[in-house]
């Protein structure tokens, strides 16, 4: 098949990854995207890089990864803005509490909470939280995620299962073909 008969060829991905355990699982994500033909942005969370290294996601996307918003340039642009500029879509997989209460809340202390805000929802952003079954259910999450959903903000629901702490619950990272599934719905891809 040609690249421009890939299923999300030409559009341009933003994925977000934050610090929680499943991190490492975004990579099988990131690539998986890359394989359907979507130009991939991956901005990292100082706190994610303590999980997976940025070297994990540079190689499988085959460009930089951002971290830093005070990194040198190789190319002058104001790289949050542009990066918001050029998305068709943002993904935050998987999405801390931290990152959900930081979007509520009007915080953009990091490049990515700096992005999400830059996006404006000028295209759709999907979120993907994994976290402690304690920690999704805790009420101030629930409203932070009603709150973005009633803005627009799409969310995929975490998974119930087994949780890396030895849980049971509800907050494991979803598998792949949902998210993907989402994200080709959330581009008007799929019905
Ligand atoms: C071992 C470990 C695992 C963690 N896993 C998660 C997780 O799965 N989900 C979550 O929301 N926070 C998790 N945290 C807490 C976050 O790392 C913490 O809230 C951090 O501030 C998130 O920062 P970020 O949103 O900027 O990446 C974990 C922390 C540690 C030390």
Redesign the pocket.
């Given at each position: 098949m040609d690249d421009d008969q890939l299923p999300l060829a030409g559009k341009n991905i933003l994925l977000g990854v934050?610090?929680?355990?499943?991190a490492y699982k975004a990579a099988g994500l990131a690539s998986r995207l890359k394989q359907m033909g979507a130009n991939l942005d991956v901005v990292m969370?100082?706190?994610?890089t303590?999980?997976i290294a940025p070297l994990t996601f540079q190689t499988l996307v085959k460009s930089q990864v951002f971290v830093d918003m005070w990194a040198p340039v190789r190319v002058w642009e104001v790289e949050h803005v542009a990066m918001a500029d050029r998305c068709h879509l943002a993904l935050i997989a998987?999405?801390?509490?931290?990152?959900i209460g930081?979007i509520a809340g009007g915080i953009a202390d990091?490049m990515?909470s700096t992005v999400i805000m830059a996006i404006n929802l000028r295209c759709p952003v999907v979120i993907a939280?994994?976290?402690?079954v304690n920690?999704y259910e805790n009420p101030i999450v629930q409203a932070n995620i009603a709150k973005l959903t009633g803005l627009g903000y799409r969310f995929v629901e975490p998974d119930i299962g087994r949780l890396?702490e030895g849980y049971e619950g509800k907050?494991r990272f979803p598998k792949d073909e949902t998210i993907v599934a989402e994200v080709q719905t959330a581009l008007g891809l799929r019905g």
């Amino acid at each position: 098949m040609d690249d421009d008969q890939l299923p999300l060829a030409g559009k341009n991905i933003l994925l977000g990854v934050t610090g929680g355990i499943a991190a490492y699982k975004a990579a099988g994500l990131a690539s998986r995207l890359k394989q359907m033909g979507a130009n991939l942005d991956v901005v990292m969370t100082r706190n994610a890089t303590e999980f997976i290294a940025p070297l994990t996601f540079q190689t499988l996307v085959k460009s930089q990864v951002f971290v830093d918003m005070w990194a040198p340039v190789r190319v002058w642009e104001v790289e949050h803005v542009a990066m918001a500029d050029r998305c068709h879509l943002a993904l935050i997989a998987p999405a801390t509490a931290n990152i959900i209460g930081k979007i509520a809340g009007g915080i953009a202390d990091d490049m990515l909470s700096t992005v999400i805000m830059a996006i404006n929802l000028r295209c759709p952003v999907v979120i993907a939280p994994a976290m402690n079954v304690n920690m999704y259910e805790n009420p101030i999450v629930q409203a932070n995620i009603a709150k973005l959903t009633g803005l627009g903000y799409r969310f995929v629901e975490p998974d119930i299962g087994r949780l890396a702490e030895g849980y049971e619950g509800k907050g494991r990272f979803p598998k792949d073909e949902t998210i993907v599934a989402e994200v080709q719905t959330a581009l008007g891809l799929r019905g």
